[in-house]
């Protein structure tokens, strides 16, 4: 009985474990959230002032936390995404 007790509580994990798991698309986060309003992810990053990539990182974490990307899994991808959008 408890092992089969065990048995269900790892098959209840490993099956939540893809939906918790999953990456998130960056651009298609991108597409249906901001490219209604910022058509050009390029030029929206690179207008931003910022010495380094830390801080250009550390902008658009508190920026999108207040500016529609509340979730940190998204907000990362978007980042990520958005850095390497970014012309030197």
Same mark, same amino acid.
């Given at each position: 009985m408890r092992k089969g007790m065990v048995s269900l509580g790892l098959s209840a994990l490993v099956l939540a474990m893809p939906m918790a798991a999953q990456a998130v698309d960056a651009q298609s986060a991108w597409n249906t959230s901001c490219a209604r309003c910022h058509r050009d992810s390029a030029a929206l990053v690179n207008? #931003?002032?910022?010495?380094? +990539?830390a801080a250009l990182r550390a902008y658009l974490e508190t920026f999108l936390a207040r500016h529609r990307a509340p979730d940190p899994a998204v907000r990362a991808a978007l980042i990520?995404?958005? #850095?390497?959008?970014?012309? +030197?």
């Open positions: 207008g #931003v002032q910022a010495v380094d +990539e990520d995404w958005l #850095v390497a959008q970014r012309s +030197e």
